[in-house]
């Protein structure tokens, strides 16, 4: 499948001289077409430097990313981002933040039209399309952030802590929803947070980082049925296994004094 990302032996170091910090410390890392990892760390570990590393925004100090075999040189419409604030234009209404990227793309606009028609559905704000981003909730805005996304059909979306900003019953209707579009979309998802109940339960393979400067850590796969209801999923044997084995890895790298 498409969207295979591969990183190798990244670095990345922000500013000169005595103002130079290694954010990212030879970082390798491969991920697979349509697979759903997450990204868990330490606060300030390099997380958002990594996603934003993938999506192109910044360059590599030493090593390379990948995308399906092929250097990546900047952003592409291959990689969808997806920000905590919503980034929407305010003064565009929902229909026209979501055919966005298609007018820029140069979509023909009957094209464009059913396409973020399509989008909006599949995101559940239908009836929704002449509100401005002003007239939403927190968790419509970012619907709506994640429909702009899907609209020009990235084979891979990186997720910078979408979630972050919502209370926890948004939360989690969001994640059910992402499950759902990521089942049916087959994408490659790198998702950013710092829950480690969020990661687990979303992902097939949680990485943790290290505190800063950031590498990798440890890669935990996780072996949940996703068709399970939410209950039987956060009650089950392997994901309390694994949600403690991935909070002690982190705790490991955020405490500051070791107790025996
Ligand atoms: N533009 C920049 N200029 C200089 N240093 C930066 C810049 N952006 C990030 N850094 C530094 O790089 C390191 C990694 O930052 P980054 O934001 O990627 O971490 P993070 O893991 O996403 O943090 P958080 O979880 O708190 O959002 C930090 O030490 C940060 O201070």
Redesign the pocket.
């Known amino acids: 499948m498409d969207g295979n990302v591969t990183i190798s032996n990244l670095e990345k170091f922000?500013?000169e001289g005595a103002e130079r910090?290694k954010?990212i410390e030879d970082l390798s890392f491969e991920i697979d077409g349509g697979e759903f990892v997450s990204v868990v760390?330490?606060?300030?570990?390099?997380?958002?430097?990594?996603l934003y590393l993938i999506a192109g925004f910044l360059d590599a100090s030493t090593g390379t990313i990948s995308v399906d075999g092929t250097p990546i040189d900047g952003p592409g419409t291959d990689r969808g981002v997806v920000f905590q604030d919503y980034a929407l234009f305010p003064w565009r209404t929902v229909f026209e933040n979501v055919t966005y990227g298609l007018e820029e793309g140069g979509v023909p606009k009957d094209e464009r039209q059913a396409t973020a028609q399509r989008y909006i559905d599949m995101v559940d704000l239908d009836g929704f399309e002449d509100k401005y981003p002003k007239e939403l909730s927190g968790g419509m805005k970012q619907r709506v952030a994640l429909a702009r996304t899907l609209a020009y059909e990235p084979k891979i979306l990186l997720m910078d802590?979408p979630f972050g900003a919502l209370d926890q019953p948004l939360r989690e209707s969001l994640q059910d929803q992402l499950i759902d579009i990521w089942g049916d979309l087959e994408k490659t998802v790198v998702f950013?947070t710092?829950d480690v109940e969020e990661a687990v339960y979303l992902s097939e393979r949680v990485m943790i980082?290290t505190r800063?400067p950031?590498t990798k850590k440890m890669v935990t796969e996780v072996d949940l049925d996703r068709s399970l209801p939410r209950e039987e999923i956060i009650t089950s044997d392997e994901f309390t296994t694994t949600k403690n084995a991935v909070w002690k890895s982190l705790r490991e790298e955020t405490r500051t004094e070791v107790r025996p």
Request: charged share 10%; hydrophobic share 20%.
């Open positions: 922000y500013g910090t954010a760390g330490p606060s300030g570990c390099g997380k958002s430097t990594l802590e950013i710092h980082m800063h950031g």
